[in-house]
């Protein structure tokens, strides 16, 4: 009886307010009701940020924001974790021109994403079964079945990251996993700032059926066979970036 006495279709839109303001996109969430899982949760389904004309946006089957009990019974609703079930992005990349979109934009709105997350004390964001569209020009990049895990959100100390998944390129699939943590020099240092320090495994990528950006006289080469990828990325962007490959 006590859960019942939320209005959550006014805190609904309360939220979509927070999240508009914050991400400067459109936000639009479907129903809104509590949950069991993980632990006492409001369970948002629908969810859309941006608009599907965007360059980028996202669609969520199921948002989750686990609840904590000591505000929750003060009749206040504050969150520890967060977790989408059936995420589903979509990125188009500039093709150039005066509407392009910055490429500093995107590590800019993932920068904006995390702070909303720390100024409301959430610590935990964790993705599972998502996908991932990537679009430049004719040539489009698929993720599936995504996880991800990113932990101590809330403190200024080294976000850790986990991911897993599958590349897909044309017939090419290739699992892949992500590893490592990053930092922000500071609470309102840029994202330029942030370091990281990330290792990237790519297994069973078949070189053949990549798609060919080479220039006309590099096509006479044929690239053949399968190779396992492990990149590894240390710095800060403001200073400069080390890249590890082996093959």
Do not use: C
């Amino acid at each position: 009886l006590f859960l019942y006495s939320f209005d959550l279709n006014d805190y609904r839109s309360q939220l979509q307010a927070i999240l508009q303001a914050a991400l400067q996109r459109p936000v639009k969430i479907g129903a809104i009701h509590f949950a069991l899982r993980p632990g006492l949760s409001l369970d948002l389904s629908a969810t859309a940020i941006g608009a599907p004309e965007d360059a980028t946006s996202l669609v969520v089957d199921h948002l989750l924001l686990r609840l904590r009990l000591a505000p929750l019974l003060q009749r206040k609703l504050d969150f520890s974790s967060v977790l989408l079930e059936g995420a589903q992005f979509r990125i188009v990349m500039p093709a150039g021109g005066d509407d392009a979109v910055p490429p500093e934009r995107a590590p800019e709105r993932m920068n904006t994403l995390i702070d909303l997350l720390r100024r409301t004390n959430i610590s935990t964001l964790i993705l599972r079964n998502g996908s991932a569209t990537i679009v430049a020009g004719e040539q489009r990049y698929d993720l599936d079945q995504i996880d991800l895990q990113l932990h101590n959100i809330a403190f200024l100390a080294p976000i850790k990251v986990a991911a897993a998944g599958e590349l897909r390129v044309g017939d090419v699939r290739a699992p892949w996993q992500l590893a490592g943590n990053i930092e922000a020099a500071s609470a309102d240092a840029p994202w330029q700032a942030t370091r990281i320090n990330l290792t990237l495994g790519v297994q069973g990528l078949d070189l053949a059926q990549l798609p060919q950006t080479l220039g006309q006289e590099a096509k006479k080469y044929r690239l053949h066979g399968a190779v396992n990828l492990n990149l590894r990325t240390q710095g800060a962007p403001a200073s400069g970036l080390t890249f590890t490959v082996h093959a």
